[in-house]
C-alpha cells in the first residue's frame, strides 16, 4: 500500500460521537433523516449476543442522543426465542410525521452458542416469531405496535409507498417482497425476488420501487400495474468473482436518474427510469487499484454539488475503511480522502451517511473493536492527503468467531460438486418456477412456465441452458409425469394433458379434460397410456391418453391434495383411508380392501397422517411419508410396520425418489416450510440430507465456481444413478433455479 493511503482524515475536521454499546450493542443498521431535517439511529446487536434494539433520536450540531425506546420494552421477548435485535433498513416516514419500522434479527437466543435462524426456522420455542411492524411518535416516544405481519419472517429492509395506505418490504429469510396495508393489515406475498436476504429499496419519483436479487439482478415493482418486472440489469463484477452483488445504496440524480451501488466488487450503474437505459460508471476502487479480493462500499451519499462520497473497504490485508469522494457525474476520478481511525479507533465498516444543513457529512461505525459511533466530517476542508502525509497507527482488528459451532451448524447438502442453474438470470422470472425436473440422456430439463409451458436443456455443469424453448401456448403446468426415457405427460392450466419430448421439444396434447372435470394432479402411470390423476374433490380417474378417455374409478378417494397414491403394480395401489387407515386398492376389481396395520400418527393428529408420498424398495418393502412428516416402512406382505419418526415440527414427505433397489430420497417440507431432502435405506435410517442452500459464505462451499442459491419450497427432484447426480427444482413464485450436486453424500457417512 501506497504510504499515503495510510493516512488518515485529519482529526480537527471531525467530530465523534460514541453510541451506547456497555450492553454489547456493537451495530447500527438504521440511520435516517426525515423531511423536517430530524436524525434518527436505531443501535442494534450484531452476531454475538441476545439484544434487542435500541432507537435514538441524534442532534447532529451537538452530538446529543435522546433515547427514545428499547424494543425490549414494548415486545413480549420469550427468554427461548431468538431476539429483535435490529432495526434494519426498514425506518420511514408516514404524512403525519410518524415513523414507521420494523424489526430484524441476527442474534442468538440466550441458549444458542450462535445465530440459527434456519436451524430454528420451525421450531416452536427456539426459532424466530417474526418481525414486528411499529408506528412510533418522535415527539411523544410512543409505539404502535402492528404485530408480526409474516410469521417466522426477518424484515430486512422496507419502504413507504406513494400511496401511505401501502408498506412494501423484503424479507431476509425466504426473499420475498411483501406489502402490508396499514388501513386493514392486509399482507400481499409478491413472491420470491432474491436468493434470500437483499435489503434495500429505492423509489424513482412515479413511486416505483427498484430493488436486486443477492447476485444482482435489478427488479421493478410498478404499484400502479401492481407487477414486478425483471429488468434483466445485472451489475457486473470487474473480477467475473461471485460475491455478494445485491444492490445495496441508491441516489436520485439532478438530471431524474437512479445512481445504484452494488455490495461487493462494487459497480455503480446510472439508470434512467423511463428509458431503462444504463450507463456503467466503473468500480468504486481508486485509480490504478488492482483489487486482489473484492472490495465493499460503506455509506453512499452526495453534496449540495452531487459529489459523491462513500466509504471504501479493501480486503486485501487489513485495513480500515475509508472514505472517497468521487466528482462522477462531471467526469472526475475517485478521491481518497484518509481512513477512518478518528483518536486512532479504527472503523472496519461504515452502514450509512448523511449530510446536514450545513454541509457535515455524518458517518456511522459498525461492527469493530470500537463500534458504534458516528465521525461528522466538515468534508469540505478534506484533500487528497499527499506522498509526506504521516500514516495512522493502526490496530488490527478481526470481528472473532462468537461462541462459534463452525460446520456443524451449516445445513447445506454435502457433495462433492455443486453447481446453480439460475434460470431467473437468462428467463423472464415468471416463466422459471419449476414444475418438474428430469435427468435424461446425460441432460438436465426443466418444465416451467406461467400462463405457457417452457422447456429447458442444460448438460449437469453448464450456468446458463442450453436451450430455452417456449413450447406449449395454451395453459402453464399444472402437475407433470415421466411417461418415458425421453418424455413428460403434463396436466395444463386449460384442461389438456400434453407430451412433451425432451429430446424435439415438440408438445401435442392428447387428451382433452372435460370442462366440469376439474383435474388437480397427475398421480401414476399404469401400463403405456393410462394415467392416474385425482380430481379437486379427490376422485381418481384413469385417463387413456391412447384412446383419449377418461374414466372414473369407484370405490377410489384421496383424502387430501397432498394426498399420493403409491403404485405397487400395474394393478394394485396403496393409499391412505379415513385418518389414519391404509388401503390396498386393487385397479382391475375397483375393489380397496382395509390393512391391518395403520399409517404412524401424532397422537391426536391421526387426522394428518394421509401418505403424502413414498416408493417401493426392490424386495417389496414400502417406504412411506405423510402429511406430518413421519416416514414409515411396511414389510413386503403388508402385515408390518416401522415408524421412524420426524425431522421437524411441520411440513409433508413427499417426492420419493429411488436412488437404487435399497435406497430412496425425497423432500421434506410444504410450501410454507424450509424444505430439506432426506435419505432413507435400511441400513442407515431414516437421515436429513440438509437444505438446497447454496450460501457462499460457508467455507465448504466458498471455492465452488458457482451462483447462489437458497431453496425455500422444493417443486421437486430427479437423480441420475449413471451420473451419480441429484438436481433440486425450486417452485417459488417469481424466482426460480436449479441445484445439481454430484456426489451426495447419503446417509450417515
Same mark, same amino acid.
Given at each position: ?24 450493542? &456493537? ?37 446529543? +442522543? ?57 421450531? !416452536? ?14 415527539? #411523544? ?112 440524480? !439532478? ?83 484518509? *481512513?477512518?481511525?478518528? &483518536? ?60 462459534? /459451532? ?153 383424502? #387430501? ?6 403404485? +405397487?403394480?400395474?394393478?394394485? *395401489? ?36 394421509? /401418505?403424502?408420498?413414498?416408493?417401493? *424398495? ?132
Amino acid at each position: 500500500m501506497n504510504h499515503h493511503l495510510n493516512a488518515a482524515i485529519p482529526e480537527q475536521y471531525t467530530s465523534f460521537v460514541q453510541l451506547p454499546n456497555s450492553e454489547g450493542h &456493537n451495530a447500527v443498521w438504521d440511520f435516517v433523516r426525515s423531511p423536517d431535517g430530524r436524525f434518527f439511529v436505531s443501535v442494534c446487536g450484531e452476531n454475538e449476543k441476545p439484544l434487542t434494539a435500541l432507537l435514538y433520536e441524534y442532534y447532529p450540531e451537538s452530538g446529543e +442522543l435522546r433515547l427514545m425506546f428499547d424494543v425490549a420494552k414494548i415486545w413480549v421477548v420469550d427468554h427461548q426465542q431468538m431476539p429483535p435485535s435490529k432495526i434494519h433498513t426498514s425506518i420511514d416516514f408516514l404524512p403525519d410525521g410518524k415513523l414507521i419500522m420494523a424489526t430484524h434479527n441476527t442474534a442468538p437466543a440466550p441458549g444458542h452458542r450462535q445465530w440459527m435462524f434456519e436451524q430454528f426456522y420451525e421450531h !416452536p420455542w427456539e426459532g424466530y416469531p417474526g418481525s414486528i411492524l411499529m408506528i412510533v411518535d418522535p415527539d #411523544t416516544n410512543e409505539v404502535g405496535v402492528k404485530g408480526i405481519p409474516v410469521p417466522r419472517e426477518s424484515i430486512y429492509g422496507g419502504m413507504l409507498g406513494n400511496d401511505a395506505r401501502y408498506y412494501y418490504f423484503l424479507g431476509y429469510m425466504r426473499g420475498h417482497f411483501y406489502r402490508i396495508d396499514l388501513e386493514t393489515n392486509e399482507v400481499t406475498d409478491y413472491g420470491k425476488v432474491s436468493e434470500f436476504s437483499s435489503c434495500r429499496l429505492v423509489k424513482d419519483e412515479r413511486g416505483r420501487f427498484y430493488g436486486s436479487s443477492y447476485t444482482g439482478g435489478i427488479w421493478r415493482y410498478d404499484p400502479e400495474r401492481d407487477e414486478i418486472e425483471d429488468l434483466k440489469i445485472q451489475f457486473q463484477s470487474p473480477n467475473g468473482t461471485r460475491h455478494r452483488r445485491q444492490f445495496i445504496f441508491a441516489l436520485h440524480t !439532478p438530471r431524474n436518474t437512479l445512481l445504484m451501488v452494488d455490495n461487493v466488487d462494487s459497480e455503480i450503474i446510472e439508470l434512467h427510469p423511463e428509458t431503462l437505459e444504463v450507463t456503467r460508471h466503473g468500480y468504486i476502487h481508486l485509480p490504478g487499484e488492482a483489487p486482489i479480493n473484492p472490495y465493499g462500499i460503506g455509506g453512499f451519499a452526495a453534496d449540495e454539488n452531487f459529489v459523491l462520497y462513500y466509504g471504501l473497504k479493501a480486503n486485501d490485508g487489513y485495513c480500515p475503511i475509508r472514505l472517497v469522494r468521487w466528482d462522477l457525474l462531471n467526469g472526475g476520478q475517485p478521491e481518497n480522502l484518509g *481512513l477512518v481511525v478518528p &483518536n486512532g479507533l479504527d472503523s472496519q465498516y461504515i452502514c450509512e451517511m448523511i449530510f446536514d444543513d450545513r454541509g457535515i457529512l455524518h458517518m456511522v461505525d459498525v461492527c469493530g473493536q470500537f463500534s458504534p459511533y458516528i465521525l461528522a466530517v466538515d468534508v469540505k476542508q478534506l484533500q487528497p492527503p499527499g506522498e509526506d502525509a504521516p500514516a495512522a497507527e493502526l490496530h488490527p482488528y478481526w470481528e472473532p468467531a462468537y461462541n462459534g /459451532v463452525g460446520s456443524p451448524a451449516f445445513m447445506h447438502i454435502v457433495a462433492d460438486r455443486t453447481i446453480t442453474l439460475p434460470l431467473h438470470q437468462h428467463m423472464d422470472w415468471k416463466h422459471t418456477v419449476v414444475s418438474h425436473v428430469r435427468t435424461a440422456a446425460g441432460n438436465v430439463y426443466t418444465v416451467s412456465g406461467q400462463g405457457c409451458i417452457y422447456l429447458t436443456e442444460s448438460d449437469y455443469t453448464a450456468h446458463a441452458p442450453r436451450r430455452i424453448e417456449r413450447v406449449y401456448d395454451g395453459g402453464a403446468p399444472v402437475s407433470c409425469i415421466d411417461l418415458d426415457d425421453r418424455s413428460v405427460a403434463v396436466l395444463t392450466a386449460n384442461g389438456f394433458i400434453v407430451e412433451i419430448d425432451l429430446e424435439s421439444g415438440s408438445c401435442r396434447e392428447t387428451l382433452a379434460v372435460p370442462r366440469e372435470l376439474e383435474l388437480v394432479k397427475l398421480q401414476g402411470r399404469l401400463g403405456k397410456d393410462n394415467l392416474l390423476a385425482s380430481d379437486r374433490e379427490g376422485g381418481i380417474h384413469i385417463c387413456d391418453l391412447g384412446g383419449g378417455i377418461i374414466r372414473r374409478l369407484n370405490g377410489l378417494r384421496v383424502e #387430501t391434495e397432498l394426498a399420493c397414491l403409491i403404485q +405397487l403394480d400395474d394393478n394394485h *395401489l396403496l393409499m391412505s383411508g379415513p385418518n389414519d387407515e391404509l388401503l390396498i386398492y386393487a385397479v382391475a376389481e375397483e375393489r380397496a380392501d382395509k390393512l391391518y396395520v395403520r399409517t404412524p400418527s401424532i397422537r391426536g393428529r391421526s387426522f394428518k397422517a394421509t /401418505v403424502t408420498g413414498g416408493a417401493v *424398495l426392490a424386495d417389496g418393502t414400502v417406504v412411506a411419508g405423510t402429511e406430518d412428516g413421519m416416514l414409515f416402512t411396511l414389510s413386503p406382505d403388508h402385515g408390518t410396520s416401522t415408524t421412524y419418526g420426524r425431522l421437524y415440527s411441520s411440513g409433508e414427505l413427499r417426492q420419493f425418489i429411488k436412488v437404487n433397489d435399497d435406497e430412496v430420497i425425497g423432500v421434506y417440507g410444504g410450501v410454507r416450510d424450509a424444505g430439506h431432502v432426506f435419505h432413507f435405506s435400511k441400513a442407515g435410517g431414516f437421515v436429513d440430507l440438509g437444505r438446497p442452500r447454496v450460501i457462499k459464505d460457508n467455507n465448504e462451499v466458498a471455492e465452488q465456481d458457482t451462483e447462489w442459491a437458497d431453496i425455500h419450497y422444493i417443486s421437486d427432484l430427479a437423480y441420475s444413478s449413471e451420473d451419480d447426480l441429484l438436481c433440486i427444482a425450486s417452485g417459488e413464485k417469481q424466482y426460480g433455479c436449479l441445484v445439481r450436486y454430484q456426489g451426495v453424500q447419503f446417509g450417515n457417512n
